[in-house]
């Protein structure tokens, strides 16, 4: 391995050295969203958390900034590998990884839209529990996000504070009314010691 890496040029190390590690963080996403646990959130332009988001697109997201390195990271490193000059290396790396920081932008958009058009019937999650995704101001103070098990999918749903406790990222919440048509309102639930839980 050591010699492995002396072998690489000092552009080749670089283009390994952030491949790598986000493409290990890449990985860890998707396996903690295979279980339903979120870490994403979308940035505004002031660099401040998006807790609206009204039309699900947020150029800007944890996952399309790792996307962003780990694709460009190994285009920059395969280019630099096949004797490119490193100026169109670097410029071939930065529009991939330009691409695929779009691409998740547009997929997660349709994945919104798609889970919150009309074959989703949103009053079914009245009384259900999900887990806070993004924190939930208190209320009358804005929109946090959850996710929820609904018609046997995990979605994404815009929600309100019922109380004037701010609720967390990671918290677990009970819906108890539709604000709106796309919009529901929560509480936050806590077992007998004062903890909250996942109840199904």
Known sequence: MIEWWNALSLASQIFTAI?????????????LLLFGIGIDHDVNGDGTPDSDGHDGFSLISVRGIVAFFSIGGWVGLLCDGNGMPIIFSVLLSFASGLLALISIALLFKYSMKLSSN????????????????IPIPPRGMGLGKINILLQDSLVEIEAINE???LIGTGEIVM??????????????IYNN?????WIQ
């Open 175 to 188: 819906v108890v009314s539709l604000a709106d048509a796309g919009t529901v309102t929560v509480k936050k």
């Open 118 to 133: 009309g074959t989703m019937r949103l009053e079914e999650a009245v009384g259900k529990t999900g887990k806070v995704y």
């Open 19 to 31: 491949a790598v590690p986000a493409t290990l963080i890449m990985i860890v996403q998707a396996l």
């Open 163 to 165: 109380t004037s406790e």
């Open 193 to 197: 010691g004062g903890i909250s839980q």
